[in-house]
């Protein structure tokens, strides 16, 4: 029932791109993408309901294919403050707003 | 900006003792939420809470567990007789049921 993400871990130079996926094996209602800074709480970056569509946020967007049952996380030209571990959170239906967190992915961005 | 508050921000308590976390949710959100995270671990779903009644809870938050909105603004999460095993960092978190959930920093519960 937890989403899985991959890759597990990712290190990245300063400018670089990385893709991170979350892949469930239930429906989903949405799809919630958060980053986790060592010691800290999870913080919002956006959320892709079912629809199929595509959301940007500065330099990080995502994609949801409902029908797949996944969602992917796009960081381009990356920069220190990425840093951190990425979760997808997934809801199954509107009703309830419960969020199952995926396995996690770890970004390191160097200089 | 709005931020959702959490008290106290560390808490130690032996086994078995009783233990109440506090949130502040932000002010216009109507949905609440209570999660935990292990050391090293993913975040997971304990409650959601809205209009002053559990609206769905995992089956982590057994009779050990209870929450409660005792006024306008204060969202409480009670673990009676805790263990070892309960130790854990609590995040409250709040929706206005539309979008994305915010989080509070957060209190470290150690169980000695």
């Known amino acids: 029932q937890q989403p899985v993400q991959s890759p597990q871990a990712v290190i990245l130079r300063e400018g670089e791109d990385a893709v991170i996926n979350c892949s469930s094996s239930k429906a989903l209602y949405s799809v919630h993408w958060y980053r986790q800074k060592h010691g800290e709480a999870p913080v919002f970056l956006m959320i892709l309901l079912k629809g199929g569509e595509q959301k940007g946020h500065e330099k990080i967007s995502a994609s949801f294919n409902e029908k797949k049952q996944q969602s992917s996380l796009y960081l381009t030209a990356s920069q220190l403050s990425y840093s951190g571990t990425y979760f997808c959170?997934?809801?199954?239906?509107?009703?309830?707003?419960?969020?199952?967190f995926g396995t996690g992915t770890l970004l390191a961005v160097q200089p | 900006e709005p931020e959702v508050t959490q008290t106290p921000s560390h808490q130690v308590t032996q086994m078995g003792q009783e233990v109440i976390l506090r949130c502040v949710p932000i002010s216009n959100h109507l949905y609440f939420y209570w999660y935990r995270q292990i050391l090293g671990q993913k975040v997971e779903f304990l409650v959601s809470?809205?209009?002053?009644?559990?609206?769905?809870k995992s089956e982590i938050f057994d009779d050990q567990f209870s929450v409660e909105r005792p006024d306008g603004s204060n969202f409480t999460l009670k673990i009676r007789s805790t263990k070892l095993e309960d130790s854990a960092m609590y995040f409250c978190?709040?929706?206005?049921?539309?979008?994305?959930?915010?989080f509070g920093p957060g209190t470290r519960l150690t169980v000695l």
């Open positions: 978190a709040s929706s206005d049921g539309a979008g994305g959930q915010f």
């Open positions: 959170g997934t809801e199954r239906d509107g009703a309830t707003n419960k969020l199952i």
């Open positions: 809470f809205y209009n002053n009644e559990i609206s769905e």
